[in-house]
Structures are given as structure tokens and as C-alpha cells.
């Protein structure tokens, strides 16, 4: 019996638990130049980035405007120039001070990044044939 049984049923409710990772596509290391146009009030904003790590769902960039949670952005592949509409999903502020911002696509785009990014589909087949 876990050691928090006893407690009422509010304390058992705010302690954390384990919940693992769901994430829609396997993320993959990758430094691509992007684009990334928005608003900030009524002003434009257009900020030049770098990726940390990509997926078939978005993107995970270092942003130093001040975007907010769920805030639409336009981004831009400067390898292939196409250009895709997302939401920021997340933000992290790291320990040296900067913002990165999780970058969710609002339309499907598997090939927005190109050809080799892994799917849950070559991931399940490695694991049965490992």
C-alpha cells in the first residue's frame, strides 16, 4: 500500500504522479534555420532561430520575443522555404536565462522538416526486431 494511503482524498489528489511522456512523433536532434513571424500586440515581430529539435508535429526553438502559451506564429523552413502555421504549446526558461519555445504545427506536416525523421511506426518495428 503506498505510504500516502492514508491521507484524505484532497491530499492524495495534489500529490504528483507519474505520468509518462506522450508525445504524437519521436523528436530528432536537429539545428534548421527558421523563421518565425508573429504579432506582439498590434506590432509584427520576425525573429531568426535555430531548432534544438524537430518532430512531425513541430518544433522546439529558442525564441527571444515575448510570445505567450497557445500564441499562433508563422514558421518558416529557410532550407526548403515552406511555410507552416503553428501555436507555441509550451514555454521553458532555461537556467542561463533564455525562453524556448515549443512549437506545435496547426495542420499535419510530417515532410515539413524532410525525409528523415524517425515515426512511431520505424520506432514500434526497431523495438519488435530488437
Not at 501555436?87 to 537556467?95: E, G, M, N, S, Y
Not at 506545435?104 to 520505424?122: C, I, Q
Request: charged share 25%.
Amino acid at each position: 500500500m503506498p505510504r500516502w494511503a492514508h491521507l484524505g482524498r484532497q491530499a492524495r489528489e495534489v500529490i504528483p504522479r507519474y505520468i509518462p511522456e506522450q508525445r504524437r512523433a519521436p523528436r530528432a536532434l536537429a539545428a534548421m534555420p527558421v523563421l518565425l513571424y508573429g504579432r506582439l500586440g498590434d506590432e509584427p515581430f520576425q525573429e531568426h532561430a535555430e531548432t534544438i529539435d524537430v518532430s512531425a508535429s513541430g518544433g522546439l526553438v529558442p525564441i527571444s520575443a515575448e510570445v505567450s502559451c497557445a500564441q499562433k506564429l508563422l514558421l518558416t523552413n529557410l532550407q526548403t522555404n515552406e511555410e507552416l502555421a503553428c501555436r507555441v504549446a509550451r514555454l521553458v526558461r532555461t537556467q542561463q536565462g533564455k525562453t524556448l519555445a515549443g512549437l506545435e504545427f496547426l495542420e499535419p506536416a510530417p515532410r515539413f522538416w524532410g525525409e528523415s525523421l524517425p515515426s512511431h511506426n520505424s520506432d514500434a518495428l526497431a523495438r519488435r526486431q530488437s
